[in-house]
């Protein structure tokens, strides 16, 4: 970081006076990152500086300071998880706050925290954010981890010591937040997911979506990925009828996705459009940077699936005309926008608030038409068939029971809710949004928004 600081000329490497018998080195790199903790904005600088060279004063301790650090930030971690916080929060929050060498350090630190903990004590998308995060206990010995942290990524003591305790303060001023699933150890619970294999029917969903996104014809992949819609509608009705039969073990869980700048409030708008046609509800934590989107285990499935594709849709949708062959359908050029217009900051943002328009529009009449189908008795297999079945009278009062359970979730979530309206200043961009939207599948991947 460029900073240094002189010590006492009457101390020891370490920080303490001749002769003084001091703290064990837990101690020591307790005292240095409750410093910094605790320091007031205006005296940061100074504290990150003390702190740090007392603990990079002595390279012969560095290996103490490496286990006293990891001892340190597991129960800083720790705490975390006891305050609603997940695996993929914290590495969020660092990735937005800080650097690329505090996010590294993050995701080691959530790895050592993490050998407490047998992978059956977690719940499904725990596992999951730790995949995604690539965790993994890569160091010899904990009294090996910041030396071999430090060489791998060409840093001096001082350096590596002043990224630990920024990385600790900041995760140390987290605030509790509304939990979204068991905390590592806990008893499972259904709707988080634990011990549940991905269903036949989320695959062959998949299975569909990977054939769209590979093709070269627009023609063929709106066709594979409207099936995959299909079947996404399906399947949310069927586990709907299911659960009706055991409505003791069903209950909303929910899951954060994370929302990030530049124009974060049209891309939560996206999100709301994909939770509200999947019978979910989304709530806005803007600075934190993620939503949590409450609904039920299959439908927050979907929700994620569908979103991650389409915005990676309207993102393409956005970019300057291009010439060359275009997957996206309607024009040759795929529906490019002249530089000049899609450069700018209000095109962009009245693109996309256009787009999510657009697209709730869209899903919610699927939704509508998939729900009216099954109502009548028409069903959609997994292979893509439909049968005739009897209507099932259960059908729209199971529905309905899952909106209301939804809604009340949400309220004792998140009993203190806002809005936040999202403006429109570029009619092109509108209208260039609902165009894009019009040709965008429906598909996934792996207004007023409340916050």
Known sequence: MGRRF????????????????????????????HQVIGAPEEELDLALDTGASLLAA????????????????????????????????????????????????????????????????????????????????????????LADFA??????????????LELLRTWSHLPPIAPVGPVPGAAPQRGAGAGRGESRMLSRIRALL?????????????????????????????????????????????????????YEGPKTMLLDAVA???????VWAKEFGFCTVVGFDPDLDSVELLYTSLLVQATSAMQPRQTGRSRHPGTADGGRHPESASRTKSFRQSFLVAYAARIRERLTAATEQTTSDAAAGRHLREDGSCEQLVPDERLLPALAAREEAVDDTVGRMFPKLTSQRVRVSDGEGWAAGRAAADRASLHGRAGAIPR
């Open 58 to 145: 002595s390279a012969e301790q560095w290996p103490e300071v490496s286990r006293a650090v990891l001892v340190f930030a597991e129960r800083t971690v720790a705490r975390a998880w006891a305050g609603g916080w997940r695996p993929a929060d914290l590495a969020r929050v660092v990735r937005r706050r800080l650097g690329p060498v505090h996010q590294a350090l993050a995701v080691d630190l959530v790895a050592a925290e993490g050998r407490r903990h047998p992978a059956a004590t977690l719940d499904r998308r725990w596992q999951e954010q730790l995949h995604e995060l690539s965790t993994e206990v890569w160091w010899e010995g904990d009294d090996r981890f």
């Open 151 to 164: 060489q791998h990524h060409r840093l001096d003591r001082f350096a590596l010591a002043t990224a630990v």
């Open 6 to 33: 002189g010590l006492d000329r009457g101390r020891d490497t370490v920080g303490r006076r001749k002769g003084e018998r001091g703290p064990g080195m837990d101690g020591l790199v307790e005292q240095a990152a």
């Open 210 to 262: 990977a054939k769209a996104e590979s093709t070269e014809y627009p023609e063929e992949a709106e066709a594979l990925t409207a099936k995959a819609q299909q079947l996404m509608a399906q399947h949310s009705i069927d586990e709907a009828l299911l659960a009706a039969a055991r409505p003791a073990e069903d209950a909303p869980a929910a899951l954060r996705i994370g929302v990030d700048n530049p």
């Open 276 to 282: 509200a046609a999947n019978r979910c509800r989304v």
